[in-house]
């Protein structure tokens, strides 16, 4: 059965079966299934997943394409219950076609998103040896932001994330991916 043909008017549901899952499950029993295909815009889903976060803390974003189901959990952080300080080398940007790593006390350093895979590489490889990269895999925080509202852009975008990620790692439960609607400079 199609994921959009189980979704509800809350856009929570219960799925049987996803053929690929990435990201760690929720340990909460509380958690909010989102049909990607069910919103209108990327900003859409955005603002729609922040104004739950404080009552649910975890999604998972429901990708359907013609020859695979996708399921990405999502760890989303309530801005009113929660102070959090990441380290910059543990954090990955991934925005308008490009890649942004910030190095200490310098300007971030940008790649092209054709770089994903030898970027994504580096980080999950690392385990701390270059200063600038992450500390290690399960350190390791990867921002996604678009300005294109179109979802089909972001829904390619994640599942080459999802892909390329799960390629290069053993273990696909430590993505985690965070959506944001602010643009960097």
Same mark, same amino acid.
């Given at each position: ?20 899952s ?53 760890k ?7 102070d ?12 308008n076609?490009? =890649?942004? +790593?910030? @190095? ?5 350093? #940008?790649? &092209?998103?054709?770089?994903?895979? !030898?970027? %994504?590489? /580096? ?24 300005v294109?509202?179109?979802?089909? =852009?972001? +829904?390619? @975008? ?5 892909? #390329?990620? &799960?390629?290069?790692?053993?273990? !696909?439960? %430590?993505? /985690? ?8 400079k």
């Amino acid at each position: 059965m199609p994921i959009k043909d189980l979704i509800n008017e809350n856009h929570e549901f219960e799925l049987s079966k996803i053929e690929k899952s990435y990201g760690s499950k929720s340990p909460y029993p509380q958690s909010c299934q989102l049909d990607v295909s069910s919103f209108d815009s990327y900003i859409a889903l955005v603002s729609y997943s922040d104004s739950l976060i404080c009552d649910y803390e975890y999604f998972d974003l429901l990708f359907e394409t013609d020859s695979v189901d996708y399921s990405l959990n999502l760890k989303g952080w309530c801005r009113e219950t929660i102070d959090i300080k990441i380290k910059e080398r543990n954090v990955l940007i991934y925005t308008n076609e490009i =890649l942004y +790593k910030q @190095r200490s006390g310098k300007r971030y350093m #940008t790649f &092209s998103n054709k770089d994903l895979r !030898s970027i %994504l590489e /580096k980080d999950l490889n690392n385990n701390g040896e270059e200063k600038w990269l992450s500390e290690s895999e399960r350190k390791l925080l990867i921002f996604y932001n678009q300005v294109d509202p179109s979802l089909d =852009l972001m +829904k390619s @975008r994640v599942i080459d994330l999802m892909e #390329t990620y &799960s390629e290069i790692s053993p273990d !696909s439960s %430590l993505l /985690k991916v965070y959506l944001f609607d602010k643009l960097i400079k």
